[in-house]
C-alpha cells in the first residue's frame, strides 16, 4: 500500500482564509475554536510569518500547519540608507517581483511609504515608476506586510514607532481598489495592527469614478491627490489619465467625497521649473481650489534618469506658495527626503541598490 505521505502536499496560503474560515479550519482537526482566534492574532496582530513561532500552539499543530499550509509572505530584500536617515526598503514577494517601501523618519512621526502595484500603468512624465511596466497589483496581504517590515525596521534601526502611513510608493492605489481597501482593514482593525485610519493617506493620481467610491464607502483614511497642473491642457501633458479624468470630473469626485466623508482632499503639487510654478499657475491653482475644499502640499521635485524637468527656484517657489497664501489657501511645503538613495517622491524605479553596511 503507498502511503498518502507519498504524494506532494499543495499547500495554500492560510492567510487567504477569513477568521471564521479559520474556526472551520480547526473544526475540521477536532481543535477548539480559539485555537482560531490564535492564529489570526499571530497572522494579523503581531504580523508572524512563521508557524514555529506560534508558541501557544503545539508542535503537532504547529508542524501540521506547516505541512499543509503556507504564508506567501514578503520579505525584506536590501536597505538603503539616505545621509537625512531615510530608509529605502527593496522588498521580495513570492514570485520574486520586487517593490519598494520607503521609511521617512521626522522629529514627531515615522512614516511609512508604501507600494500598491508592482510597477504602474499610468506613464506620468515626471515619475521614474510610471516608465516601468505594470506586472501585477499586490493583494491585501503584501501591503500589510510592507507596513509590518517597515514598522519593525523603525523600532530597530530609530527605537520608534511607525506612526503615519502613506499610500505614495509604486502603483496607483485605486487601480487596485479592493486590494488597498482590505489591507486598511487588516491595518486599522482591531484584531490586527490598530492604526487609526486617520493616520492613513491614499494617493490618486485621479480616478474620478473611484474616488467618488471611497465615498460611498465611506472610508476614514485621508485622500491625496497628485494634481500638478490647474489647467487640462498641461495636466494633458504630464499625466495621460487627465484625458479620461478631467480636472472638471475630478472637482465633482472630490466634492462628492467631501459631502460623503466630511473629509477634505490634499492636493499634491510638484512645482517644475518653467512649466507649472508661475503667479498664473498659482492662480489657476487657487481657482481650482475655490471649487474643491481643500489644503495643498507643494512638493520639491526630484530628478528622474531621462526627465526634461527641473526643480523650481526657492524665489519661484518662494512666490507661487505666497500668492495661494494670500488668497487664503492652506500650503505646506513639503521638501524631499531621501534623494541620494532615489526613495524620494517619483523616484522609485527598483534601481540596483546596495545593503548599507549598519544595517547588516
Avoid at 492564529?39 to 501540521?64: I, P
Avoid at 510597477?119 to 506586472?135: E, I, Q, W, Y
Avoid at 474616488?211 to 494634481?227: E, M, Q, R, T, Y
Avoid at 489647467?231 to 495621460?240: A, F, L, V
Wanted: glycine share 4%; charged share 25%; aromatic share 8%.
Amino acid at each position: 500500500m503507498v502511503s498518502l505521505w507519498a504524494y506532494k502536499v499543495e499547500k495554500k496560503d492560510i492567510r487567504a482564509l477569513s477568521e471564521e474560515g479559520l474556526i472551520a479550519l480547526f473544526k475540521d482537526l477536532g481543535e477548539p475554536a480559539f485555537r482560531a482566534k490564535q492564529v489570526y492574532n499571530w497572522l494579523w496582530s503581531k504580523g508572524v510569518t512563521d508557524f514555529a513561532q506560534m508558541s501557544n500552539l503545539s508542535k503537532s499543530l504547529r508542524e501540521h500547519l506547516e505541512q499543509h499550509y503556507t504564508i506567501q509572505a514578503v520579505s525584506l530584500h536590501e536597505y538603503q540608507v539616505s545621509k537625512d536617515r531615510t530608509i529605502k526598503c527593496a522588498m521580495r514577494l513570492h514570485d520574486n517581483y520586487v517593490v519598494e517601501s520607503v521609511l521617512i523618519p521626522h522629529q514627531t512621526r515615522m512614516t511609512a511609504c508604501i507600494s500598491s502595484q508592482v510597477g504602474c500603468s499610468l506613464t506620468c512624465a515626471f515619475c521614474a515608476t510610471g516608465k516601468l511596466k505594470r506586472m501585477r497589483n499586490l493583494n491585501a496581504d503584501e501591503i500589510f506586510d510592507q507596513v509590518v517590515l517597515i514598522k519593525n525596521t523603525a523600532a530597530e534601526k530609530y527605537q520608534a514607532p511607525l506612526t503615519n502611513i502613506v499610500y505614495m510608493g509604486m502603483g496607483e492605489p485605486l487601480l487596485n481598489y479592493k486590494e488597498v481597501l482590505g489591507s486598511v482593514e487588516k491595518i486599522t482593525s482591531p484584531k490586527g495592527l490598530g492604526m487609526s485610519p486617520k493616520r492613513i493617506t491614499v494617493s490618486t493620481a485621479g480616478v474620478s469614478k473611484m474616488i467618488a467610491k471611497l465615498g460611498d464607502d465611506n472610508v476614514k483614511f485621508h485622500l491625496a491627490l497628485s494634481l500638478h497642473a490647474a489647467n487640462d491642457e498641461k495636466r494633458n501633458s504630464i499625466m495621460p489619465i487627465n484625458e479620461s479624468n478631467t480636472l472638471q470630473s475630478l472637482t465633482e469626485s472630490l466634492t462628492y467625497f467631501t459631502e460623503k466623508t466630511g473629509t477634505r482632499p490634499t492636493l499634491e503639487y510638484i512645482a517644475f521649473r518653467d512649466f507649472n510654478d508661475s503667479l498664473k499657475d498659482a492662480e489657476e491653482l487657487y481657482q481650482f481650489c475655490r471649487k474643491v475644499k481643500s489644503k495643498v502640499n507643494v512638493i520639491e521635485y526630484n530628478s528622474v534618469e531621462g526627465s526634461e524637468f527641473q526643480q523650481t527656484s526657492k524665489e519661484r517657489l518662494s512666490a507661487f506658495t505666497h500668492y495661494l497664501e494670500n488668497k487664503g489657501v492652506i500650503v505646506n511645503v513639503r521638501h524631499s527626503r531621501g534623494k541620494d538613495i532615489d526613495a524620494a517622491c517619483g523616484q522609485l524605479a527598483n534601481k540596483n541598490k546596495l545593503i548599507s553596511p549598519e544595517l547588516k
